[in-house]
């Protein structure tokens, strides 16, 4: 039998835990000193699987290299691809691209601010789409990332395990601020970021918790250094390829299994001499 989730009959005093502990430990970022659409986008693509202090240090230079939709547009991917380097999961910078030439070319270079129409975008999912509206343009969008959780949890569920996202909505809908939902999500993931440094971190009472594998020797790496190696040298010869990720261990049949990966997602092509590139 599904449980119904808990009645928050300390809402009020919930609400004022959150405030309380954002007004001590606000975590200034440049995309919330100014929350414009292209700015919220583009760091809420960011975050999804790159910790906050990395983002911070590296959002302004990819900015500076595209400063708009258009710029990202019309970039090179190489170029793109450079300028993620140190953010990992480089799928997203591929994603980057195509959601930046779906809102130049049916958007009129101007983000949408519909959810539904925000997860039709590439790399978008629920989660992204809800936090994009609400902080691009502070629409009362429903949404759970993983400080979000992490509060919930710690304050409604401290005795469960197992516990589910669909549990928790009902609570994140009945204690949002719904006429500053921005600040009001900037709060509670400072809140959860704060649980997180405590030791306890109650994610691992959730159902959605999936322990991240080490990242040495994983199809991570490989992608990784394939994609680096292209980005600095621009090809990898045909003749080379059977050796290529040897020195880390990879054998030849492991590496010709990524190239192939990244080749059907769109990150790579063969040359008629059968060199790999990256492609245009």
């Not at 440049?30 to 975050?47: G, N, T």
């Not at 429903?142 to 669909?166: L, W």
């Not at 009902?170 to 600040?183: A, G, T, Y």
Request: net charge positive; charged share 25%; glycine share 6%.
């Amino acid at each position: 039998m599904q449980r119904e989730p808990p009645v928050p009959r300390d809402l009020d005093a919930f609400q004022g835990r959150v405030r309380e502990v954002y007004r001590d430990h606000y975590r200034p970022m440049e995309w919330r000193a100014d929350p414009a659409p292209y700015k919220v986008f583009i760091s809420e693509i960011m975050l999804q699987q790159t910790q906050v202090p990395r983002v911070m240090r590296l959002f302004p230079l990819f900015l500076a290299r595209f400063p708009g939709f258009g710029e990202l547009a019309n970039a090179s991917f190489a170029d793109i691809l450079q300028a993620w380097t140190g953010l990992g999961y480089n799928r997203r910078a591929r994603y980057l691209q195509e959601a930046a030439c779906l809102v130049r070319d049916r958007h009129g270079g101007v983000l949408p601010r519909e959810v539904e129409t925000l997860r039709t975008l590439p790399g978008v999912g629920a989660a992204t789409a809800g936090s994009i509206a609400a902080f691009a343009y502070n629409v009362p969008a429903i949404f759970i990332e993983t400080n979000i959780r992490r509060v919930f949890i710690h304050h409604f569920f401290p005795d469960r395990r197992e516990v589910h996202d669909r549990e928790i909505l009902p609570l994140v809908e009945q204690s949002l601020d719904r006429e500053n939902p921005r600040e009001w999500y900037w709060a509670l993931m400072d809140y959860g970021a704060l649980l997180a440094r405590s030791g306890d971190n109650p994610n691992r009472r959730s159902r959605s918790y999936v322990r991240q594998n080490s990242f040495r020797g994983s199809d991570r790496q490989l992608r990784g250094m394939v994609l680096r190696h292209l980005v600095d040298h621009g090809s990898i010869a045909a003749e080379d390829i059977p050796a290529y990720g040897a020195a880390e261990g990879f054998p030849p049949v492991r590496v010709e299994a990524v190239l192939k990966r990244l080749e059907d997602e769109g990150f790579l092509q063969r040359t008629e001499t059968g060199a790999i590139v990256l492609r245009r």
